[in-house]
């Protein structure tokens, strides 16, 4: 007997792609291969939608895609997306996971190297200890160069709140308080991140000083909303706190999802200092994802 199978042409066949999790501090994300990504026939910003819904999806709060090919004169480009889709200049917590990743995968052969971002050159580098080192670059400062119009004192809901403005490649507006972090970040950051001060909209620290060596910091995400950690608002956090002569220039950074160290020698009359992030990065799982 012959027996054979016949398909409606609507029937829409399922395409399977390697894809790895991994986290840092508890910030999560989904990272997969330039080829396996070209596998999928969507646009970058459908499947990090896709691929990052906790409900539908993989879940995470971002999309990494190594590219060798777009590394310019560096050692490797990446393409980041935030889990609605949108592009990110950088992330402190996902290039952490990138440079173990493309360390591990052997994308690239050494263990201190250069990455083409949004954000500029960055360079991570692998420690002993199995920590990833960022030098995330220098702060942006003036107020011409990074995405904030408008005074330093914002309303939210009756609160006024007096905000430190930072650029780490990503907008960033940094609020000092003694109130509980993650309190302030659920109530006042859906308004921070889209309030007009911003035009292209902001990540919003709340930060509470602990001691001059350690800070909490909860932090609503620009597109992601709160997260368990996020490394470019930890760097903008501890400028924020030198600036306002609040702590010293090497701090914990406590998070929801963990702790980072925060290290920048940077001053108000000498702020052009590179600002370095060290903290773990981990494997979640590898999988086969059918689309």
Known sequence: YLYCI?????????????????????????????????????????????????HFGIGADGMIIP??????????????YNSDGTTAQMCGNGMRCFAKYVY???????????????????????????????NMGTPILEEEKIPFK????????GEKFNITPV??????????????????????GPDMEVHPYFPEKTN??????????EIEMTVYERGCGITLACGTGACASTVACVLNNLTENKIKVNLPG????????????????????????????TAEYML
């Open 258 to 285: 963990g702790a980072v160290n925060v290290e920048w020698s940077g001053t108000k009359d000498n702020p052009n200092q590179d600002i370095f992030l060290i903290g773990p990065a981990e494997y979640s799982f």
């Open 204 to 213: 919003t620290e709340f930060v509470k000083i602990i001691s001059k060596n």
């Open 167 to 188: 650029s780490m490649g990503n907008p960033h507006c940094v609020i000092f308080t003694d109130k509980d972090t993650m309190y302030c970040a659920k109530t006042y």
């Open 67 to 80: 590219d060798i090919n777009s590394a310019n004169e560096t050692d490797i480009g990446w393409y980041f």
């Open 150 to 157: 408008g005074n330093h004192q914002v309303h939210i809901k």
């Open 6 to 54: 016949i398909y409606p042409k609507e029937v829409n066949y399922m395409t399977t792609i390697n894809i790895t999790k991994m986290q840092g501090c508890g910030n999560d994300f989904v990272i997969l291969d330039y080829c396996e990504f070209e596998k999928t026939k969507l646009t970058m910003s459908e499947l990090a939608k896709k691929i990052c819904n906790r």
């Open 104 to 134: 591990d995968n052997k994308l690239v052969n050494k263990k201190s190297f250069c990455v083409n971002t949004l954000a500029g050159i960055i360079k991570p580098e692998i420690l002993d200890n199995g920590f990833v080192k960022v």
